[in-house]
């Protein structure tokens, strides 16, 4: 419990130190309220990941942590559908952008290839069906809607600057929000201090940002949600 909420403080503690330098040097285009808002979002999710830090019961005694997944599901719908966030701005929508597809799907072929790449260097064992289908549905589910989604929107109005880019506006928030995907990852506390695992890092973080442009091109959840499914469970089928 203890190293699980001292990890978490870490990684807020390098959100808002980050967020604040960046909201210092363009003053004009920071609202501090948002990054809070976003540092907020991060500890409700890791919280509600791991059961507030072990204080609820496990009323889902399984191999993988579907009470987890469902109850940072659960919050981060509700957060969605309120006013200050919204369904269509969070990409809680099946409609794509007009013309996106066709840009989308070589985009989204790099990523498969990707994770076959990983699959084949990196081979798992034999998997058990709980595995599989948990690998099937609740990383991309859950961690998409709300990376991708309203943490991207909260860090897009903390950071409101903008550059065009291969067809999409970035901003900090696209890139904070991918930094914080591969922290989750790759940052922990354990034995008396904090650790970090460069790789893990790498290959969390850098395709997230395939991720967060299928994201803002589509205006969509839909294709990331799929495509962070396959790359969880490829390493199973092959």
Same mark, same amino acid.
């Given at each position: 419990?203890? %190293?699980? #909420? ?32 976003? !540092?907020?979002? #991060? ?13 609820? *019961?496990?009323?889902? *005694?399984?191999?993988? %942590? ?5 109850? !940072?599901? !659960? ?14 701005? @969070? ?5 794509? !952008? ?5 840009? @989308?799907? *070589? ?9 076959? $790449? ?11 069906? =709980? ?11 859950? =961690? =998409? ?7 991207l929107l909260a860090l897009d109005r903390a950071f409101t600057r903008r550059v065009r880019l291969l067809g999409v506006d970035w901003g900090w928030g696209a890139v904070l929000s991918c930094a914080l995907f591969g922290l989750a990852h790759a940052f922990g506390f354990s034995d008396g201090s904090f650790s970090f695992d460069p790789l893990t890092m790498a290959l969390t973080a ?12 589509? $205006? @969509?959840?839909?294709?990331? #949600?799929?495509?962070? %499914?396959?790359?969880? @469970? ?5």
């Amino acid at each position: 419990m203890v %190293n699980g #909420v001292i990890g978490i403080v870490g990684v807020i503690v390098l959100l808002l130190a980050a967020g604040g330098v960046l909201g210092l040097i363009d003053r004009k285009h920071f609202s501090p309220r948002w990054l809070l808002v976003a !540092a907020v979002l #991060v500890l409700l999710n890791d919280a509600l990941l791991t059961r507030c830090y072990g204080l609820l *019961p496990d009323v889902i *005694p399984a191999e993988w %942590n579907w009470q987890g997944k469902i109850l !940072a599901l !659960a919050a981060t719908l509700a957060i969605a559908a309120l006013p200050a966030f919204g369904w269509r701005a @969070s990409g809680f929508t099946l409609r794509q !952008a007009r013309g996106s597809l066709v840009a @989308s799907i *070589p985009v989204a072929l790099v990523y498969c290839l990707f994770f076959v $790449g990983i699959a084949l260097t990196f081979p798992d064992g034999p998997a058990s069906r =709980e595995t599989v289908a948990f690998q099937l549905t609740m990383p991309g589910l859950e =961690e =998409e809607p709300f990376y991708r989604g309203i943490l991207l929107l909260a860090l897009d109005r903390a950071f409101t600057r903008r550059v065009r880019l291969l067809g999409v506006d970035w901003g900090w928030g696209a890139v904070l929000s991918c930094a914080l995907f591969g922290l989750a990852h790759a940052f922990g506390f354990s034995d008396g201090s904090f650790s970090f695992d460069p790789l893990t890092m790498a290959l969390t973080a850098l395709p997230s940002f395939i991720a967060v442009w299928l994201r803002l091109r589509t $205006g @969509s959840l839909l294709l990331p #949600v799929l495509l962070h %499914n396959f790359g969880n @469970s490829i390493s199973l089928m092959i």
